[in-house]
């Protein structure tokens, strides 16, 4: 998804790339106790000093865990630039940097970064950039074998503006040709894929494959995790296997026409009964999640309203830390107004606070979160730890020019408090 941190994603109809060459290969490469659903738990990270855990305490990533996506790849163009460019102007670019992209191959490659053993599906052509997508994957560890290569065409590739004065990028996408058919991929290779897969991941970019694949996941009990960016061919269908979503800030009121974001993620949970948690992104906010829970766990039988206890978290969390942190209720029967009633936890996750002037592009930030997302699925990790965790995985990738150049791997620093 690249969905997410502080974004900015559409087409400028008055901005034109008319006769560019085609595409270079340049790749660079705590519980607290309070009356009446006033039940929280928080998790601050223990921050790294010289009685913190080290590097060397860091446990080995899960075992044999292994994550299959099927989704988006392509070549980025990054051109960053003094501000966006008004209809007809002509600027410079102050940088320019060519690397791999594509929801599905950068959230793939964080989680391959931060230790599990990825699979990728997806289509480029043989031509310089395909090949110099495929390199870049597997030198990150990404297994590439899944992917399908044409003999013709173009791989697919996007440019990608970067205005350092409001620290958004615009996306302008050219996809590649020919599309991806279910008919590319072979049933041999398809179950050669899901082989002992831990999780299934689909950004929803190839859904007629996707929907295949997610088929076969289902009858397998595999679990799976949709990225739901914005409306997509296909996501309808793809949701009704979901287990986990991930979710732009948008997209929950879009696709449910709640009148608030924590009512439309009730709906959500109602709407698809398979779907264990939801999380919506919410950038430099941070994030909301909501996980579902059975009447056997409910800790207070009075019906709470999502909305107030969503005020509730928000005064309870912590403002002045810098790092990531998370702020949870105790497992109650929530309420939205109009929508309905289901038992469940909400979860709110705060951003790292990046100083501005180490806040460069937040390219693929919504990748990393659901990289780290997916590792901390297949670790086990309680979502108290793996917000935090993901969204220090998305600040450090926001540190870099590209969506892959900041991912950091498992022995980052930073990522340590997280991990022991």
Not at 16 to 30: A, D, E, K, N, R
Not at 129 to 156: I, R
Not at 188 to 206: P, T
Not at 282 to 294: D, P, T, V
Request: hydrophobic letters at 40%.
């Amino acid at each position: 998804m690249a969905p997410h941190s502080i974004s900015l994603c559409f087409s400028a109809p008055h901005l034109c790339f008319t006769h560019l060459p085609p595409p270079l290969p340049l790749f660079s490469s705590s519980v607290i106790s309070l009356p009446v659903f006033r039940h929280f738990r928080s998790f601050r990270p223990i921050r790294m000093a010289s009685s913190s855990p080290s590097i060397d305490s860091v446990p080995s990533p899960p075992d044999n865990a292994i994550v299959l996506g099927c989704g988006g790849i392509a070549v980025d163009f990054l051109a960053t630039v003094d501000s966006y460019p008004q209809p007809d102007d002509k600027i410079r670019s102050t940088s320019l940097k060519v690397q791999g992209g594509g929801n599905a191959a950068n959230a793939l490659t964080c989680a391959a970064r931060l230790g599990l053993n990825s699979r990728l599906i997806s289509k480029v052509a043989n031509d310089s950039q395909g090949k110099g997508m495929l390199e870049e994957l597997e030198a990150d560890g990404v297994d590439t074998s899944f992917l399908v290569v044409s003999k013709e065409g173009n791989s697919p590739f996007t440019y990608i503006i970067v205005d350092k004065q409001t620290k958004t990028r615009t996306c302008i996408h050219t996809p590649g040709d020919p599309p991806m058919l279910p008919t590319d991929l072979s049933q041999s290779s398809m179950l050669s894929a899901l082989d002992r897969a831990s999780i299934v991941y689909f950004d929803v970019r190839l859904h007629e494959t996707a929907l295949v694949i997610a088929k076969e996941a289902g009858r397998k009990k595999i679990p799976i995790l949709v990225d739901a960016e914005k409306k997509r061919d296909g996501l309808d269908e793809l949701l009704q296997f979901a287990d986990y979503l991930v979710c732009s800030a948008k997209f929950p009121q879009v696709w449910t026409e709640a009148s608030s974001t924590p009512g439309a993620l009730i709906s959500m949970l109602l709407r698809l009964p398979k779907l264990k948690f939801v999380i919506v992104t919410l950038g430099e906010e941070g994030c909301l999640m909501l996980e579902r829970a059975s009447k056997a766990e409910i800790l207070q039988s009075q019906e709470t309203d999502i909305e107030s206890l969503l005020e509730t978290l928000k005064h309870r969390k912590d403002s002045t830390a810098t790092y990531p942190t998370c702020v949870s209720s105790e497992t109650t029967e929530l309420k939205a107004d109009g929508i309905g009633t289901m038992s469940g936890r909400l979860f709110l996750g705060t951003a790292e606070k990046i100083p501005p002037e180490e806040l460069l592009d937040t390219t693929g930030a919504g990748d990393a979160f659901i990289g780290a997302v997916l590792y901390a699925i297949c670790a086990g990790m309680p979502p108290e730890k793996m917000l935090p965790f993901a969204a220090q995985v998305a600040g450090c990738s926001c540190r870099a020019l590209g969506a892959r150049t900041g991912l950091p791997r498992r022995t980052d620093t930073r990522l340590v408090p997280y991990l022991v």
